[in-house]
């Protein structure tokens, strides 16, 4: 069965302390890995793309990478505003589904 | 451009009536896709569609859960005959294309006392 799993569940960081965080996935035939950023009462905020083993994507603090088995999501000096769920989502399969992890609750600390 | 808008962003129903959400998607989107989310758990995905067609549905309830996208106007999301268990947040997402990142909405809470 395709999974998607996240971990840790939760994370708190002091403002400037980096960190990873992780997303492995059990799927046949990806086609895509997609991370978003969700605050609290609304919907998800996409962030990246990324499609196949050494791909790189960044943007401000946030770097996603990619490999066979897994995808992390380094976050460098962070600020409070960083404070969120991060969600990763696989596409897969000959029908194109997408399932959800069930994200990483991250809080910074100032 | 607008993003996806939902509405209403709260629904508050008793047992046993219907609940209809509704979502417009990007301006030139035509894949539209529903999720439900409960607290502490990932986005489910319900069913997909594009204008006038359900491409996928193995997601939602074979009862009592209904959804269309008609050429004109916004996809909708129909329960009936609401049960307490059908509280949740609710989230729509559109896509250009299937593979491309799906954006989405700020969702329709939907309580059922």
Redesign the interface.
């Known amino acids: 069965e395709d999974q ?1 799993t996240q971990s840790p569940e939760a994370l708190r960081l002091q403002e400037g302390e980096s960190s990873s965080l992780n997303c492995s996935y059990t799927v046949s035939g990806l ?2 890995l ?1 991370w ?1 950023r969700q605050d609290p ?6 962030l990246f ?1 990324l499609y196949s083993a050494g791909e790189e994507k960044e943007k401000e603090r946030l770097k996603a990478t990619l490999t066979k088995k897994e995808s992390f999501l380094h976050i460098t000096a962070p600020k409070p505003e960083d404070s969120a769920t991060y ?1 990763c ?1 696989v ?1 897969a399969g000959r ?9 990483t609750r991250l809080h910074i600390l100032p | 451009n607008a993003g ?1 808008m ?1 509405n209403p962003r709260h629904l508050v129903r008793r047992r046993g009536q219907e609940a209809r959400l509704r979502c417009s998607p990007v301006k030139g989107h035509s894949h539209v ?1 529903w ?1 439900r989310q409960l607290p ?6 319900m069913v997909y569609l594009q204008k006038e067609n359900i491409i ?1 549905e ?1 997601g939602m309830p074979k009862e009592r859960f209904s959804a269309e996208f008609p050429k004109e106007g916004p996809s909708i999301l129909r329960i009936q005959q609401v049960v307490r268990g059908d509280s949740a947040a609710y ?1 729509c ?1 559109s896509s250009q294309h ?2 491309q ?7 329709t809470r939907l309580s059922i006392l």
């Open positions: 998607v086609r895509g997609f978003y009462g609304k919907g998800p905020e996409f793309t969600l989502a596409q029908d194109d589904k997408i399932i959800f992890g069930k994200g | 996806v939902q896709y999720y502490e758990e990932g986005l489910k995905f996928d193995s989230f997402a299937p593979g990142p799906q954006h989405f909405g700020d969702g």
